[in-house]
């Protein structure tokens, strides 16, 4: 069945330490996203890839960094310079040619990730 | 700016009863999609319904189905013989037609009561 992972599940760190949080995908989507959910904030983007060794900041990337090194993976880095990296992580991907039939977005499971 | 408001925070039915949730959002741009996504407590998130801008003919799935209003940047979802199973937090959504970039509305948390 094609989807995306995200794991883990669950993830502690210490402050002040680095945390990759992975995203693969086989539904061989070009465009791949990251959000980070708060209570009450919705869905916000972090980074955004449109293609294989390409991508945009999004509207909160400060503290965080991404690489698209291959169509299928679209690996987050929390970095120590975020602030308040505690959150719900989703990943998600999407095929951005027109003539696709679907136009959303499909949605890892996600990642909480908490920071003490 | 493109923006997405849903002013629903919280809101609860009857099991078997109708809800509709609200949103609205805000785009100069003329061709775009809307979806409306369900996060149930698992935080998965589940694409209930979309939209395409040009298409005048509200999306119906199932129970769920849209009243698509162009000219007033409306797009409510209206959810007929509410199941427990509907219990989860809602987001509006829009993608512009040739762009990447989603807009997500905060959500409303929906509450089925037996």
């Known amino acids: 069945d094609g989807g995306i992972t995200q794991s883990p599940k669950y993830l502690f760190r210490k402050e002040g330490q680095n945390v990759t949080l992975s995203c693969e995908q086989n539904l061989n989507h070009d465009a791949m996203y990251w959000y980070r959910q708060d209570p009450g904030q919705g869905l916000r983007l972090i980074y955004y890839s449109q293609i294989v060794n390409d991508f945009q900041k999004g509207d909160i990337a400060e503290g965080y960094s991404v690489s698209r090194e291959k169509k299928e993976s679209f690996p987050l880095t929390v970095t120590s310079a975020q602030k308040n990296p505690t959150a719900f992580y989703l990943c998600?991907?999407?095929?951005?040619?027109?003539?696709?039939?679907?136009?959303?977005?499909?949605f890892g499971p996600g990642t909480r990730l908490t920071v003490t | 700016a493109q923006t997405v408001t849903q002013s629903q925070p919280e809101m609860s039915v009857q099991e078997a009863e109708t809800v509709t949730l609200s949103c609205t959002y805000d785009?100069?741009?003329?061709?775009?999609?809307l979806f409306w996504y369900k996060q149930p407590p698992s935080r998965q998130m589940i694409l209930v319904i979309r939209?395409?801008?040009?298409?005048?003919q509200n999306a119906t799935e199932n129970r769920f189905s849209v009243n698509f209003q162009k000219a007033a940047k409306s797009f409510s979802l209206k959810i007929s013989d509410s199941q427990l199973g509907d219990t989860a937090m809602y987001f509006c959504?829009?993608?512009?037609?040739?762009?990447?970039?989603?807009?997500f509305g905060t959500g409303t948390s929906l509450t089925v009561i037996p």
């Open positions: 785009t100069s741009e003329n061709n775009y999609y």
């Open positions: 939209q395409e801008a040009y298409k005048q």
């Open positions: 959504a829009f993608v512009v037609y040739t762009g990447n970039q989603f807009y």
């Open positions: 998600a991907s999407r095929d951005p040619d027109a003539r696709a039939k679907a136009y959303e977005q499909y």
